[in-house]
């Protein structure tokens, strides 16, 4: 027989908040900070090695905003989907006390 499984709606109403919490900051520092550091190509030298070391400084700054938008992205559609989740436990409990009355967690 299947267990049932129970969330408290408040509970994931504040991991929805901790996640867009987490969002923010991430996206706060990259856009305070983090995205100045692209250096020029003449911070490298004047070796051989200089050109292609710039390319790969280049390439690894693009490469990290990338992973960064991705995580700001996905901590925010994480939030959403937990504040979905906490409404539809809402609803259900309201449903159920309208129905079968006293439920833990509708409204009164």
């Known amino acids: 027989m299947a267990q049932e499984l129970r969330a408290d709606p408040d509970e994931l109403i504040t991991l929805a908040v901790a996640c867009l919490d987490a969002a923010g900051t991430l996206g706060g520092h990259y856009h305070a900070g983090l995205r100045d550091l692209t250096l020029p190509p003449d911070a490298f030298g004047n070796t ?61």
């Open 48 to 108: 051989g090695a200089s050109p292609s070391t710039a390319y790969v400084a280049a390439e690894v700054h693009r490469f990290a905003e990338d992973a960064l938008a991705a995580h700001v992205r996905i901590a925010e559609e994480d939030a959403d989907g937990l504040l979905q989740a906490a409404f539809a436990y809402r609803e259900a409990d309201g449903w159920a006390d309208q129905r079968l009355g006293n439920s833990r967690r509708a409204p009164a």
